[in-house]
T-cell receptor, first 112, second 114 residues
């Protein structure tokens, strides 16, 4: 069974702080990794892909550790609007048959 | 493009009734997915179509659930008869190509079965 595990939180973080959370995956053959964001009572939306060498998109940094089978998301200078649930998504090598597995998400609350 | 369009947005029904959820995918996207989301189980893939053909329906809970995609512009998910444990948000999502991990989700259909 493919497993993608996340700490559900909530993470309560003051505005302006840096916050990071991880996601672990069980299938060592997993090929692609993503972070999705889901606002309360809304649909999930792609936040960023995660590349092997790590990547940044503004205040967001994603990293992959294949040896330990986890990916991470770091948010710097957090804003109130960053409050959301962050879903870790792993895609296995059999991507033709979807192959996407979603974690249950980490709930982040940025406090003023 | 208007994105993935789902209807109804909300439905409240009684146990035993038939429920039909509808999805209009993004034009040109040839992969369509039906997901169910609950607090306890998160997002679960129910069924996946590629070029209107069902590829993987292993996530469909039981025979009460069925899905169709009669053409590239429309898909339905039907529950008959519905049960209270079917209460969830049902999302339709589409993907433009098999080599991309980006799914575009509709706004979801929130189903409550009493």
């Amino acid at each position: 069974r493919k497993e993608v595990e996340q700490d559900p939180g909530p993470f309560n973080v003051p505005e302006g702080a840096t916050v990071a959370f991880n996601c672990t995956y069980s299938n060592s053959a997993s090929q692609s990794f993503f972070w999705y964001r889901q606002d309360c009572r809304k649909e999930p939306k792609l936040l960023m892909s995660v590349y092997s060498s790590g990547n940044e998109d503004g205040r967001f940094t994603a990293q992959l550790n294949r040896a330990s089978q986890y990916i991470s998301l770091l948010i710097r200078d957090s804003k109130l609007s960053d409050s959301a649930t962050y879903l870790c998504v792993v895609r296995d090598s059999g991507g033709g048959a979807d192959g996407l597995t979603f974690g249950k998400g980490t709930h982040l609350i940025i406090q003023p | 493009d208007a994105g993935v369009i789902q209807s109804p947005r909300h439905e409240v029904t009684e146990m035993g009734q038939e429920v039909t959820l509808r999805c209009k995918p993004i034009s040109g996207h040839n992969s369509l997915f039906w997901y169910r989301q609950t607090m306890m189980r998160g997002l679960e893939l129910l069924i996946y179509f590629n070029n209107n053909v069902p590829i993987d329906d292993s996530g469909m809970p039981e025979d009460r659930f069925s899905a169709k995609m009669p053409n590239a512009s429309f898909s339905t998910l039907k529950i008959q008869p519905s049960e209270p444990r079917d209460s969830a948000v049902y999302f339709c999502a589409t993907r433009g190509g098999v080599n991309t991990g980006e799914l575009f989700f509709g706004e979801g259909s929130r189903l409550t079965v009493l």
